[in-house]
C-alpha cells in the first residue's frame, strides 16, 4: 500500500478531514452521536489549524491536526494553565490523530505523526510539542509517548465530549531534548526516538527528503 501525507489545502482536502472524522469518531468509536458534535471539539481551533492528511491510492485514511500557539491560544489551554511553558518557548498541539479501522497497525499513524513533527520544525520551528492524549490501563501516558519523551502537565480527567472514552491526559515534549537523546549512545536504540528526531537537523531544510517517505520503524 502506496501511502503519503500531505497538508489539507483544498477544499476537497478539508472535505476528505470531513468524512474522516465521521468514520471513526461517529461510525466506527461512536464517541459522537454525528458529525455536527464536532462544532465545540474541532472547528473553534480551525482558523488557526493545519490537518495533515494521509493518503494510500488517492484514498483518505487517516488525518492529524496541527495548531501553533496564536492569540487564540491552544485547545490543552482549557485544562492546563501553560503560562510557564510559554515563556520563551514556541508550542504547537496535536491532536485528533486517527486512522481508518481497516488500515490500523499499518504505522499510518506513525507517518501522520513524523509528517506534523517535520512541518511544525519547518514552518514554526517549535521547541514543544503539546498533545491530549487517552490514557493506558495503568492511568498514564502510553510507553509509546513516554519513550518519544511525553511527560503529564496534570492528573487525568475525563472528557465530556467523547462518550465512552478512556480518561485523557495533556502531555508536553520538550523537542530539543528529545533531539539530545536521540543523538546518546542509549536513544540510538530507540527505534522510536530515531524515526522522529534521528534526524531532525534535516527537517527544516526544504531540500530534505520529505516526511512522506519516511518507512515506520520495525
Known amino acids: 500500500m502506496n501511502v503519503t501525507f500531505r497538508l489539507a489545502r483544498t477544499e476537497t482536502d478539508k472535505t476528505d478531514v470531513l468524512r474522516l472524522r ?5 461510525g466506527d468509536q461512536g464517541r459522537l452521536a454525528d458529525v455536527t458534535d464536532t462544532a465545540a471539539t474541532f472547528d473553534r481551533f480551525d482558523p488557526h ?3 495533515i492528511v494521509g493518503y494510500a491510492d488517492r484514498s483518505p485514511v487517516g488525518t492529524v491536526k496541527v495548531v501553533p500557539d496564536t492569540a487564540a491560544g491552544l485547545p490543552c489551554d482549557d485544562t492546563v494553565d501553560l503560562t510557564a511553558l510559554r515563556k520563551g518557548n514556541r508550542l504547537v498541539e496535536f491532536g485528533h490523530l486517527m486512522t481508518l479501522p481497516e488500515v490500523r497497525n499499518r504505522d499510518i499513524g506513525m507517518g501522520l505523526m513524523r509528517a506534523a513533527v517535520v512541518h511544525s520544525a519547518r514552518t514554526y520551528d517549535m521547541t514543544h510539542i ?4 487517552f490514557v493506558d490501563d495503568s492511568g498514564g501516558l502510553r510507553g509509546f509517548y513516554k519513550e518519544i519523551g511525553f511527560f503529564a502537565l496534570h492528573e ?3 472528557d465530556t465530549r467523547f462518550k465512552g472514552a478512556p480518561l485523557s491526559l495533556v502531555a508536553a515534549l520538550d523537542v530539543t531534548e528529545a533531539v539530545r537523546r536521540a543523538r546518546t549512545e542509549q536513544g540510538k536504540q530507540s527505534r522510536l526516538l530515531q524515526y522522529f ?3 531532525y537537523d534535516s527537517y527544516i531544510r526544504q531540500e530534505a527528503t520529505d516526511a512522506d517517505t519516511a518507512a515506520a520503524p520495525r
Open 197 to 199: 528526531f534521528g534526524d
Open 130 to 133: 503539546l498533545g491530549d492524549f
Open 156 to 158: 487525568p480527567y475525563e
Open 49 to 51: 489549524a493545519e490537518y
Open 22 to 26: 465521521d468514520a471513526v469518531y461517529v
